[in-house]
């Protein structure tokens, strides 16, 4: 993204989170980011065609076509670290052994999902983040039909990451995202990731308290009871977005805030 665009402009941004499509539409002015409309369009099961349908009419009330970010949730995104070094290994084999990864963990097709890394650690690991090629081509198709740019495909728990490394980076213990009835809980050394889990989530249950480290939370939902030592990572509130009413928000808009 040239530096016009980081200055001024505007987006839209879609987290796909389990059951809801949760979008939020920002504009910058000289790099300060404004939360101009919000909107969440909720569906059950097979239902999604008629929220993205609800979506897209959504989107083509903005009187000017916005490029859209879409940020994929933990119901269709997978993850898995891979221990590799740019000083050994070059893109193609690095593809290669992801896929080899992919299939030795998961039991699939690696020819069927688009793969999405992230910066490799100083020790040389990194977090790879992977959708089914089936759903990249929808979001990429959404976006086409709606006559906006695609910006960009992340998944959520590598967008949250990386909004929040400066944090994490200086400490030892557990990351844990949360969005609707699912978690990933990443356990990291500093800035290097060990391992993540996804799994689905209580709407009762609170975090593990048994896990190690410093254990942050980042939710698109408030806390319920108490905190047991865990310490909750927001955004900041900027114009249109306020950190406790708009908890729902908050993933869609990791990495714009």
């Known amino acids: 993204m040239g530096l016009p665009k980081l200055l001024s402009g505007a987006e839209i941004r879609v987290h796909l989170a389990p059951g809801a499509l949760i979008a939020c539409e920002v504009q910058r002015s000289w790099g300060r980011p404004k939360v101009s409309r919000k909107a969440s369009f909720q569906y059950f099961g097979g239902e999604r065609p008629a929220a993205m349908a609800a979506l897209q009419a959504w989107m083509l009330e903005s009187p000017a076509r916005r490029p859209l970010v879409w940020i994929v949730g933990p119901t269709e995104a997978q993850y898995f670290v891979l221990p590799w070094s740019p000083a050994w290994v070059d893109p193609d084999s690095r593809y290669a052994y992801a896929r080899a990864h992919y299939e030795q963990l998961y039991s699939g097709d690696s020819r069927s999902v688009c793969f999405f890394f992230a910066e490799p650690s100083p020790e040389g690991d990194q977090l790879v983040s992977c959708i089914s090629s089936e759903l990249q081509a929808e979001l990429a198709d959404f976006a086409s039909q709606c006559g906006c740019e695609l910006g960009a495909i992340k998944p959520s728990v590598a967008a949250v990451w990386k909004r929040f490394q400066n944090v994490l980076k200086t ?45 942050r939370r980042f939710a698109n939902s408030e806390r319920s009871g108490p905190s047991g030592g865990v310490v909750d990572l927001r955004l900041p509130a900027k114009q249109g977005f306020d950190t406790r009413g708009d908890a729902t928000y908050a993933v869609a808009l990791c990495g714009a805030l």
Not at 186 to 191: G, Q, S, W
């Open 171 to 215: 400490e030892e213990g557990t990351l844990c995202v949360v969005e609707g009835d699912h978690q990933a809980l990443v356990r990291h050394d500093h800035n290097r990731i060990r391992d993540i889990v996804v799994r689905p989530r209580a709407a009762h249950q609170t975090v593990d308290m048994t896990l190690k480290g410093v254990v």
